[in-house]
C-alpha cells in the first residue's frame, strides 16, 4: 500500500510512503489430555498490550520512504522511538470480553517516527495503523438504486441529512475499516517555493501467484506469489473511479498513474452522471458547459487561487495548498471551498472568507465530499465562478485546446432556480446524508473507536 507525494505539479511521484504488513503466527497450544493441541482462535484471553501473550496472531509492517520513483528511487526507512523499523498493528476491536478498553490499546499503537530525508527539526511524525469506525457518509443504497429519491428531498438544504435521520441508509457508522494513518511535517513534502502537493494512494500485488494445493502448516503456505509488483487500486479524488470513469476502463484506471491522465480526458470533461441524474431526476441537471473545464480544473489541475501549482500538468489527484491554514473543527465549512465561497456572497467578497482549507483543498473528514461532487457536476462551481471567471474555470491549464463559458448561464433552468434558501438549486444538491454528523476524535488519528464484534449484555 502506497502514499505518492507530488510536490512540483508535474503529477509524477517525488515521494513515496510504502506500507508492508506481515502476520506472525505464534501457534499458542492448549494441553488437552495428553495432547498440546493448537487453538483455532486468534485469541486465548483478554488482550490489553502491545503483541499481548494471548494474541495467537501478531500484525507487524513497515514503512519506507521512497524519494523519486516508486520503484528507482533511494528507500529508506521510518523508524519509531528506539529506532526500530517495525510497528505493531492492533487487533481488531473483536469485542469488550476480549480486549474491555478498545481507546486505551489502540493508543498504544500510535507510534511517534521519525521520517528520513527530512529537514532538520521537522522529521517527527506519528504513524497509526488499525481497525477505526468508518468515516465517509453516503447514502449508497438510494445512489447506485438509479438515485431512488426524489428531486424535491435531494434540492431541499433542510432534508440534507433525512437519510441519516431515518436510519436506512448505508451509513458507515455502522461498519469498520481498517486505516493507515501518517502524520507528516508540511515542510516534509514540499519543495523550494511551491506550496501545493498533490496526493493519491495506490495498492499493488505481485504480478504472478500460485496457489499451493498441499500447504504445509502455518500461515504463508497457501500460496506463492513472485514477479513485478503490479497496481491494482488507485484513490485521489473520492468518487472518481466508481461515478465518472466508465464501466470498460475503471481497471484500467485503476492500474494507470495520472502522468497518464489524459487519456481519461473525456469521461471528466464529457461527464456522463449530470445525464444519468437527469434521466433518473426526470429533470434536466446537466450544464450546458461542453466541455466541461470546470471539472477538469478541479480534478486535474487544481483551482487558481486555491491549489493550482505554479505549474500545473494535468492529472487526477488531491491537491493541497499548505500555505493556506488550517481551520478549527467547530468551524469548518461542510462543503468545503465552494460552500464557504457561497456562504460569503461570491468570490468578490473572498477577502471574507474563514474556510478555505476544505475538499477540493485537500479532504478533511468532516469534509462532505459527496455533496461537493454532486454540486461540482451539476453546476455549482459555474455558478459562483461568474462572467469573470473568478476561478479561472473556463480553461484548463496544460490542455489549451479546451474552452467553456462556465458561468451561471451553464446551469439548467432547475439547477439556476433559487431554493428555499435563495441559492441556487445546483449549491443545496445533496445525497440527504449530512457528513457533519459523523463523529470524530480531537485527536490524531482522528477516526473514531471502531465498533465491537460484539455488544455488552
Known sequence: ????????????????????????????????????????????????????ANLNVNETYEVKVVRGDRRKGAVSSVTKTGGSATFEKPVDNIGTKTIPDYPAYAAKHIHTVTIPGCPAGKDQGKVFVGQRQEGFAVNLGPVFDLVNAPAAVLLDPANKDAAGNSGRHIIQRANNITTMALEVHKDCLTAGSETVIGGWTTASLRQARLINGAPASGNSNAEKAGGAWTQVSRLGNPLVNELVIGLPDKDKFNASQPKDDTQFLTYVSNPTLPALLSVVLGADVAPKNLPRTDLLTTFLTGITGVNKPATPAPGEMLRLNTAIAPVQFADQNRLGVAGEVLRVGGTANLAMAKDLAGFPN????????????????????????????????????????????????????????????????????????????????????????????????
Open 362 to 457: 485537500g479532504r478533511r473528514p468532516k469534509d462532505d465530499v459527496t455533496d461537493i461532487a454532486l454540486v461540482a457536476m451539476v453546476g455549482g462551481l459555474c455558478a459562483i465562478n461568474g462572467s469573470n471567471d473568478a476561478l479561472k474555470l473556463n480553461s484548463v491549464p496544460g490542455v489549451p485546446s479546451l474552452t467553456s463559458k462556465c458561468d451561471a448561464t451553464a446551469l439548467s433552468a432547475l439547477m439556476a432556480q433559487p431554493g428555499p434558501n435563495g441559492l441556487p438549486n445546483a449549491a443545496n444538491i445533496h445525497d440527504a446524508v449530512d457528513q457533519a454528523t459523523v463523529p470524530f476524535l480531537a485527536t490524531f488519528p482522528y477516526l473514531n473507536t471502531p465498533n465491537a464484534g460484539s455488544a455488552t449484555y
Open 1 to 52: 500500500y502506497e502514499i505518492h507525494i507530488d510536490n512540483n505539479g508535474d503529477v509524477k511521484e517525488d515521494i513515496t510512503f510504502q506500507f508492508r504488513f506481515k502476520n506472525n503466527l505464534k501457534g499458542i497450544p492448549l494441553t488437552i489430555g495428553s495432547a498440546s493441541v493448537p487453538i483455532p482462535l486468534v485469541q486465548v484471553g483478554a488482550v490489553s498490550n502491545l503483541n499481548d
